[in-house]
């Protein structure tokens, strides 16, 4: 059979059992017991492995109904925004009794009909969001209806082709892993070095003390004074200042509506950038942004502009679009490290979830708002020597970035061509292999 021919099945016929929305349980069920998937792990993992998880306690009958199993297909039920909804994730590991919350639907397919890998691959390429936006219901939230996504139709090959396909694309994002993993190794350094200098005050606690500070040459000590002085923000190091975040950074607001301009840059909505990472988790072709486009620049500051996303900041690798449910934010010259950690502090995620207005969907406001946010300025000579070490790991993080960027690109294009016949696997392994040299 040609692959071109592949059959289209209904999802439903290919499943071992029910679609099954997850579970719910009131406050005082939660902290012990077994592992639950969160919307946060199933956007945060789309290959989801044994990673630490929030526990809830479950009745024997949950447990032969809600667990999961390796191969298990889980999907959003439902988002704040549309392109979260019907999201998919696929669980690669269960290391202990896990099950999932009422805001995702389980599939579990019959492996003797579909590979889940392949199932997965399909739903997150553009074929298959745009197979997703077919049943997308829009309300208060984005959300899916289980009924609807059992009626969805997708190509099916042959259970071998699927399996080759799927192992075909895992090389792809298992490079992907490794650039991800070492972005939050190059991350971790630079975030504890703001710590050190800008939050815990460590060189100048040293030299209050009459030590040495640690892990700095003679000339960087110099630069940080010996003592402490009072400030609106309590003890701050002598000479430094209380200023805002308006004085760091600045909103950039470049709107546009979705154009053959737009279609050519990587689209980044919300859903896009890691609640735990300054570096960009993905991205998405600029066809698929639909309207309310605001442009960024490389460098400039992704920050979640609405609850509960605040705590959603990253540094742009590239030029892009993104929603209005992003603040773009540009740094002031010489301040593009420091600016995005002290955007990325716990202190900027509490005020703008203080100062955001609104019933239904929470905002903050940049403008009166959140550039009024207090925050501790070094001197100018302190900030550039941040500059000058932190700048070069971001600059390393921002390539793997888009090292992985191009390679999500190739993968979503591979699956497509290969189902439509355009492509053989031989000459997609092809393609694999150069790109990952």
Known sequence: MRSDEYPRIRFADLLSEPLRNGVYKSKEYHGRGAKVVNMGELFGYPRLRDVPMKRVELT????RKSSLRRGDLLFARRSLVAEGAGRCSVVKEVGELTTFESSIIRARLDCQKADSDFVYYYFASPQGRELMRTILRQVAVSGIAGSDLAELTIPVPPIAVQRQCARTLEQIDDRIDLLRQTNATIE??????????FVDFDPVRAKAEGREP???DAETAALFPSEFE???????PKGWRVGCLGDILIQRVERAKPSILTAGLPYVPIECISPKSVFLCESLPGEQAQSSLTFFKKDDVLFG?????FHKVCIAP??????????VLQAKKGHMAFALFAAFDDSTVEFATTHSEGSTIPYAKWTSSLE??????PPAAIAAQFESLVTPLLESGMHNTTRSSLLTNLRDTLLPRLISGKLRITEAMEQVEEALT
């Open 372 to 377: 009024r946010k207090r925050t501790i300025i």
């Open 318 to 327: 590239f030029d892009g679009v993104t929603r209005t449910t992003v603040f």
């Open 214 to 216: 640690e892990g700095m």
């Open 230 to 236: 009072e400030s609106e923000l309590g003890k701050i």
């Open 305 to 309: 502009a609405m609850r509960p996303y």
């Open 188 to 197: 971790s350094i630079a975030q504890a070095l703001f710590k050190s200098w």
């Open 60 to 63: 024997d009958a949950e447990v």
